[in-house]
């Protein structure tokens, strides 16, 4: 089985995979989203593993392989080290130098967060299949169309991908949660309110002043940067968005039609699978004794 692990800054999310063969395609068995803390050690990250893994009566001793994508830095030594001695695997970490199948044509390749590299590895694969199309492409245009990836974190990034299958770059901005903490902290007496789709537009209370203001204000920023986007790599493209609130701001959108909350698992999957496999266990993994 392959454990793939997506560590953003605020959430990690997990899932478990049953690999392909030759008479059944890969399978997702279970996924979890748990926060991510900045200073675990070792051995607190495998009793994580262990619990989640009991939770769902599964075995961790059946894992041949760890796929890892992270944007914290001062975790990864912690992750490579707990995956090495509770699971006997040695992890691949999405970076630089990882075969993910995506040519990156931006000015710094290794800028670009792993992250991003996921989603947009995984959302090529998905539009190859015809049937995942909401529209259908124009007779004349058969090929693959140009995808645009927004993901919906701690920050909102939005990722362009060519029809060729070529990272192209894309934008980041705040993300919704930022901005409503941002005007929480700076407005003392504005509530601390719960996000979600208002019921009109025209608010007559504070409550849903707020929402409306964060909810369509932010459907606005979206909105309008995809729409330069799409005008910018034509109006075939397709988009898909992934991420906690993703499908709240998909049903306001006019751009998102599809959403896939486990995209990035899906991406750290296919890279996996490009990638040596399984990967071998330590002969001997021994315990730790820090």
């Known amino acids: 089985m392959l454990l793939a692990i997506d560590v953003g800054n605020t959430n990690t999310v997990l899932g478990l995979y049953r690999l392909a063969t030759p008479r059944a ?3 997702l068995l279970a996924d979890w989203r748990i926060t ?29 392989g760890i796929v890892i994508s992270s944007v914290v830095p001062p975790l990864d030594s912690t992750l490579r080290r707990a995956a090495e001695i509770y699971c006997g695997v040695k992890p691949l970490f999405v970076e630089p130098g990882t075969r993910t199948g995506l040519p990156i044509l931006t000015d710094n390749p290794a800028e670009v967060g792993a992250d991003r590299i996921v989603n947009c ?5 998905f539009f190859k299949d015809p049937a ?12 693959h169309p ?23 770059g894309g934008a980041i901005a705040p993300g919704l949660g930022i901005s409503a903490d941002a005007l929480f902290t700076r407005a003392a007496r ?3 309110i719960d996000i979600r789709r208002p ?39 397709r988009t898909i968005a992934t991420g906690g609130l993703a499908r709240l ?42």
């Open 199 to 237: 019921a009109k537009v025209i608010g007559t209370g504070t409550v849903d002043n707020l929402q409306i203001g964060l909810y369509y204000g932010y459907i606005g920023l979206v909105d309008g940067i995809l729409e330069r986007m799409i005008a910018e790599l034509g109006t075939d493209t």
């Open 146 to 168: 140009p995808v645009i990836v927004v993901d919906f974190g701690t920050a909102t990034t939005f990722d362009c991908i060519s029809a060729k299958g070529e990272f192209l």
């Open 25 to 27: 395609p890969a399978t």
């Open 121 to 125: 590895v995984a959302a090529y694969e």
């Open 190 to 192: 504005l509530p601390r």
């Open 249 to 290: 701001i998909a049903t306001g959108s006019k751009f998102i039609r599809q959403v896939d909350e486990r995209l990035t698992l899906t991406g750290l999957r296919l890279i996996y699978e490009r990638n040596q496999t399984p990967h071998a266990r330590p002969r001997n993994p021994k315990p730790h004794r820090d």
């Open 36 to 64: 991510t803390h900045r200073n675990p050690t070792i051995d607190e990250l495998g009793i994580l593993f262990r619990n989640l893994f009991a939770l769902r009566s599964m075995d961790m001793a059946q894992i041949t």
């Open 132 to 143: 995942n199309f909401k529209d259908p492409l124009p007779e004349k245009n058969s090929a």
